[in-house]
């Protein structure tokens, strides 16, 4: 009887999240992009997020903090101790005080987060023309395709495309801007962006076709714009393949360890049944 209760309750779940998920959804859906460390055994693409790395620190840091990370974090994407240590120096943080109670300003050390480039958010609106550029640390999870809710993201997840929908985002976020259609006015300092809530948003393309990077690769604006999505990615979950490292074998475990204690309660069992 519970058992029919559960399963019930678990289909009312599901088809409830993808029926609002359709509901919600009245802004076209962007194309799904097989990203490598989404699945349930995906792993980062390393090259990718170095390159993502660049164009973040090349476009987006500009605008945009990324303040959950820490600089030593880049060591996950193949970063030496030396190269995260000059990566760190580029950028400036007050120091703790000294004997005379000053602070003054020195280069980050690898410990330090990573430096925003507002400092707080009222230098942040003057400078975007009132808009805010939010912090991208975890714009991947809070973002995507009208599926602002619980039941979608599960089902997302049950699919093991965990937050994959929000990768689909930001990619086509930075390659949809397009020439408004004739009958739209544009507000004053206002861009056309396809897949953009309002088509209207206050944010300029910020990637254009580049020099290639310097693994070759050559920087289309949809090269720029899938490494620098996968790199937002790893930002919102660089812990991800340590989880799945620690949860696959724990899950194999609790199935085999499943099936000793109930061979054991047969044998515990034997004489009454
Ligand atoms: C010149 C400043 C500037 C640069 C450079 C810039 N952005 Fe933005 N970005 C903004 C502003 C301002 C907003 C807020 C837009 C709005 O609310 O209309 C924004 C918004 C966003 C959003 C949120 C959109 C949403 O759904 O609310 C994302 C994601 C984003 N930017 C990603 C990026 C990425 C990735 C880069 C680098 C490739 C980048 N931005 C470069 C200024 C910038």
């Not at 693409?45 to 820490?70: F, I």
């Not at 962006?193 to 949809?222: C, H, L, R, V």
Request: with cysteine; net charge negative.
């Amino acid at each position: 009887m519970m058992n029919k209760i559960f399963s019930l309750v678990a289909v009312a779940a599901m088809t409830l999240g993808s029926w609002t998920a359709h509901a919600a959804s009245s802004a076209p859906a962007a194309p799904e992009m097989s990203w490598p460390s989404a699945g349930y055994l995906g792993a980062f693409d390393k090259s990718s997020l170095q390159r993502g790395l660049q164009v973040y620190t090349e476009v987006c840091a500009s605008c945009h903090g990324l303040r959950l990370l820490s600089y030593r974090d880049l060591r996950d994407l193949g970063l030496s101790d030396t190269e995260v240590k000059a990566y760190a120096a580029q950028y400036e943080v007050l120091s703790e005080p000294n004997e005379d109670g000053e602070r003054v300003m020195k280069a980050a050390q690898p410990y330090d987060k990573f430096v925003s480039p507002f400092a707080n958010e009222q230098e942040a609106r003057a400078m975007n023309g009132g808009a805010l550029p939010p912090d991208l640390s975890l714009i991947v999870k809070a973002r995507n395709f009208g599926k602002g809710n619980f039941f979608a993201n599960f089902y997302d997840m049950l699919r093991g495309r965990g937050y994959a929908s929000g990768a689909d985002y930001i990619y086509a976020l930075l390659t949809g801007y397009e020439d408004p259609p004739a009958d739209v006015e544009m507000a004053e300092g206002m861009h056309y962006n396809k897949w953009f809530a309002g088509n209207a948003i206050a944010m300029a393309q910020p990637i254009y076709e580049a020099e290639p990077f310097a693994d070759g690769t050559p920087a289309s604006i949809e090269q720029q714009a899938k490494d620098v999505a996968s790199f937002l990615m790893w930002a919102s979950e660089p812990r991800l393949e340590e989880r799945r490292a620690l949860g696959i074998p724990v899950l194999l475990f609790m199935a085999l360890f499943i099936l000793v204690l109930y061979l054991l309660k047969r044998r515990v069992w034997r004489d009454v049944h």
